[in-house]
């Protein structure tokens, strides 16, 4: 029997599947950074939807008006920003990981959501400040030994470069606090509609202009975050085989203008459409907010655990 000359080479291989160690069929193959990064906005995506669901249920915070909301939240974030030590800010997130249980948060992902960035970014700020050059005291672990004193441009190092003790408590002290500050707007935005916080915010008088391009902003990225995800589902539709990696990077910075462009025409029809339909720059929601019992509770107990905290940290620091 003959075959049709048009019929492509690859479509005539008699090539047997073979098995992976994991035995699954197929041969593995190793995923591209452009599958990669597609696979992570719809990562963020999935997590948006989830954050969604965390903040309709029926949670502690989540039965806290708004405004309360905010206001102690900023509270806290001003006790943060004025305690001076590592056991004062450890309680802190202890009570923010309990805050969270009982907002039916899950506790790993809303760890994992802080701590797997703050050490990173944090840790690379405050690094050189746990080395005696930087910040000097007593020295725990040295690290390298010269027979002079070395002057690199204007530092000039000492002879054994360490790292001192208090270098290592100031960079757990930041560390910490920006992971306890962190946690806490997490918290807030999970636990929280997007609409009912733009709203408390115009309540205390947050610029109309700054409210607004909060609420496009939000709305922008999911949808620029959609249409990557559609270009990427579209272009390996009908692409046949494994690119090169010259191809991708070439799709990428095509995409990169696709993007811009479609942001661009969007942004015009977007603000025309809304205004066409009443929008005068207020967030609007259906939900009325109504000052609670539960509400003055709320925030005469944070007042009182803000007040303790502070207080236990000037205790230690004498």
Same mark, same amino acid.
């Given at each position: 029997?003959?075959?049709?000359?048009?019929?492509p080479?690859?479509?005539?291989?008699?090539?047997?599947?073979?098995?992976?160690r994991?035995g699954c069929?197929g041969?593995?193959?190793?995923?591209?950074?452009?599958?990669?990064?597609?696979?992570?906005?719809?990562?963020?995506?999935?997590e948006?939807?989830?954050s969604?669901?965390?903040?309709?249920?029926?949670?502690?915070l989540?039965?806290?008006?708004?405004?309360?909301?905010?206001?102690?939240?900023?509270?806290?974030?001003?006790?943060?920003?004025?305690?001076?030590?590592? /056991?004062?800010?450890?309680?802190?997130?202890?009570?923010?990981?309990?805050?969270?249980?009982?907002?039916?948060? /899950?506790?790993?992902?809303?760890?994992?959501?802080?701590?797997?960035?703050?050490?990173?970014?944090?840790?690379?700020?405050?690094l050189?400040?746990?080395?005696?050059?930087?910040?000097?005291?007593?020295?725990?672990?040295?690290?390298?030994?010269?027979?002079?004193?070395?002057?690199?441009?204007?530092?000039?190092?000492?002879?054994?470069?360490?790292?001192?003790?208090?270098?290592?408590?100031?960079?757990?002290?930041i560390?910490?606090?920006?992971?306890?500050?962190?946690?806490?707007?997490?918290?807030l935005t999970?636990t929280?509609?997007?609409?009912?916080?733009?709203?408390?915010?115009r309540?205390?008088?947050? /610029?109309?202009?700054?409210?607004?391009?909060l609420?496009?902003?939000?709305?922008?990225?999911?949808?620029?975050?959609?249409?990557?995800?559609?270009?990427?589902?579209?272009r390996?539709s009908?692409?046949?085989?494994?690119?090169?990696?010259?191809?991708?990077?070439?799709?990428?910075?095509?995409?990169?203008?696709?993007?811009?462009?479609?942001?661009?025409?969007?942004?015009?029809?977007?603000?025309?459409?809304?205004?066409?339909?009443g929008?005068?720059?207020?967030?609007?929601?259906?939900?009325?907010?109504r000052?609670?019992?539960q509400?003055?509770?709320?925030?005469?107990?944070?007042?009182?655990?803000?007040?303790?905290?502070?207080?236990?940290?000037?205790?230690?620091?004498?």
């Open positions: 029997m003959g075959y049709d000359k048009n019929i080479g690859w479509l005539l291989e008699n090539k047997q599947a073979g098995l992976c994991c069929i041969i593995r193959k190793k995923t591209g950074f452009l599958e990669k990064t597609i696979n992570d906005v719809a990562e963020v995506l999935k948006s939807v989830f969604e669901q965390l903040a309709t249920s029926r949670g502690m989540q039965n806290v008006d708004p405004r309360f909301k905010l206001v102690t939240v900023a509270y806290l974030l001003a006790v943060t920003a004025l305690v001076r030590h590592i /056991p004062t800010l450890v309680g802190l997130y202890l009570f923010i990981l309990m805050l969270a249980h009982f907002s039916r948060v /899950p506790l790993m992902f809303f760890i994992k959501r802080v701590w797997l960035f703050i050490p990173f970014f944090t840790g690379i700020v405050v050189p400040s746990i080395f005696n050059f930087i910040r000097p005291g007593d020295p725990l672990i040295n690290i390298i030994s010269f027979s002079h004193p070395v002057k690199l441009g204007f530092i000039r190092l000492p002879e054994v470069i360490s790292v001192t003790k208090q270098g290592l408590a100031g960079a757990g002290l560390i910490l606090r920006v992971g306890v500050s962190v946690s806490l707007a997490v918290l999970i929280s509609r997007w609409g009912e916080l733009l709203k408390a915010l309540v205390f008088f947050i /610029p109309k202009i700054f409210v607004m391009v609420e496009m902003t939000y709305r922008y990225i999911f949808l620029l975050l959609t249409v990557i995800t559609d270009m990427f589902t579209a390996k009908r692409s046949i085989g494994e690119g090169t990696g010259k191809e991708s990077r070439r799709f990428v910075s095509v995409g990169i203008g696709n993007v811009f462009g479609k942001a661009y025409f969007l942004s015009e029809e977007i603000h025309e459409a809304m205004i066409s339909r929008y005068t720059g207020e967030a609007k929601v259906t939900d009325r907010f000052i609670a019992v509400d003055i509770v709320w925030a005469i107990m944070i007042l009182i655990i803000g007040i303790i905290f502070l207080g236990g940290d000037l205790i230690l620091g004498r």
